[in-house]
């Protein structure tokens, strides 16, 4: 049996941690430069917002019903995220982190009258130990198991756990379960089901094999036969990402070219953890950055540069030289670049690596480095050792508090990660 472990609106979750006050009350959690809504609570979501409106539509509705906006803060999601499946992952030997709110983890090493109960258990665990709330779906597939997260998460009757064990549980969730809900069935996959006259999971699984493959391709009939109880997904072949991206729009446009290189390194810093958090390296390197396509008095200008590498890396220095490398040679000075990204493409498990015959790095010594680094970041908290091009240039206003590049006017402290701001408590 598997169990799909899932965070509750885990953003404004993570906020409410260390704002006990903020239980029962509206809170939303914005985009880069508080643009858009990326997290409801329950009580925003009954009030009618919805996941990406702007916040310049909402403002009214915000003042009216004094709804809490925070800016994001990654750092602390990412932080709390890391707890939360360190505690999960102590009572498991096979465990699959899907996101940063979403882990598969295997029970089969629990008898099966007391997996509920465990799972019940571990829910409390994880809400008194990190301060977040959890539900977790247990069934015979991974599919199954992401079902049955869904309700445990919308009825409060299931005390955080919800299963499906029986034939006769699976045919009930599934008869009022919509097809687009559905984990791999895309916006594509439910058009082309929907034609068919197919809306519930349980019509889904109703028609033959044969059509699932038909239509929906191998992916199709993997779903169908997860849906219909079978472990067909393996835990550990989870699809690997085909990309990693970290990009910001910029709150005022930025030209100068140290800034925005300084920006590009920590992107790619942040992808290439990324990297190796899933055991991956990527072989192409796309840096963009762009000017606003809203503004009509000036000149547009794309900077567009995609690199090749001769080996496939995870690398921080490695990555980040290149990304830099890709940016000076497109880089065109006195432009008002407003939004810049690094994409990490064509990415492999680290163990299919090709050696390249002629590479002069010594990569058995840099691989060496980049643990020793991780593990200071691990436990001294994260960029406490940074390359010199992430960081800040004394010279540039841009980079001082005189001019922040970001828009974060509602962002909480960094209560876990930075001894500035930890949680100060008065007796």
């Known amino acids: 049996m598997y169990a799909l472990a899932d965070c509750n609106n885990f953003f404004v979750s993570c906020e409410r941690v260390f704002r006990p006050d903020l239980e029962g009350k509206p809170v939303v959690v914005l985009s880069g430069n508080d643009g858009c809504v990326v997290s409801r609570s329950n009580e925003a979501k009954a009030l009618g917002i919805k996941m990406g409106e702007p916040l310049y539509q909402i403002k009214g509705l915000v003042e009216k019903e004094g709804i809490v906006c925070f800016s994001s803060n990654f750092s602390l999601y990412g932080d709390l995220s890391d707890r939360v499946m360190a505690l999960i992952r102590r009572h498991t030997s096979r465990f699959k982190q899907y996101s940063i ?17 465990f ?19 247990i069934a015979s597939s991974k599919t199954l198991a992401k079902v049955a997260s869904k309700y445990a998460k919308k009825y409060p009757g299931y005390h955080g756990v919800c299963e499906i064990r029986t034939d006769e549980q699976r045919l009930k969730a599934l008869s009022v379960f919509e097809i687009g809900d559905v984990w791999g069935i895309g916006r594509r996959a439910k058009a082309k089901l929907t034609s068919a006259g197919i809306t519930t999971a349980l019509q889904f699984t109703q028609r033959p094999a044969s059509f699932a493959r038909g239509l929906l391709h191998k992916p199709g009939l993997l779903t169908w036969q997860e849906l219909n109880g079978q472990d067909v997904i393996d835990i550990t072949q989870l699809p690997m990402k085909q990309s990693i991206t970290t990009s910001r729009t910029f709150a005022t446009a930025i030209t100068s070219q140290t800034v925005l290189e300084e920006q590009i390194a920590n992107f790619c810093a942040h992808c290439a953890r990324q990297l190796r958090v899933r055991h991956s390296v990527a072989q192409q390197v796309y840096v963009y950055a762009h000017t606003s396509p809203f503004r009509t008095d000036i000149e547009q200008h794309y900077l567009s540069e995609l690199v090749t590498l001769p080996v496939g890396t995870a690398n921080t220095q490695e990555l980040v030289s290149y990304a ?17 990204g690094v994409v990490l493409l064509k990415i492999i498990d680290e163990n299919a690596v090709i050696p390249d015959l002629f590479d002069t790095k010594d990569r058995a010594r840099d691989d060496r480095l980049q643990r020793v680094l991780d593990r200071i970041d691990d436990r001294h908290g994260k960029r406490s050792v940074i390359l010199g091009t992430q960081l800040p240039s004394p010279t540039d206003s841009l980079s001082s508090s005189a001019q922040p590049i970001y828009k974060t006017e509602h962002k909480s402290p960094l209560y ?4 500035r701001d930890i949680f100060t408590v008065n007796v």
């Open 101 to 117: 709110d979403e882990c598969f983890f295997n029970i089969d090493h629990i008898p099966a009258d007391q997996q509920k109960a």
């Open 119 to 137: 799972c019940e258990q571990l829910v409390k665990d994880i809400r008194r130990g990190v301060g977040i709330p959890v539900s977790i779906g």
């Open 324 to 340: 830099l490398s890709a940016f000076r040679r497109a880089y065109r000075p006195n432009t008002l670049y407003k939004k810049a």
């Open 416 to 419: 876990t990660t930075d001894l």
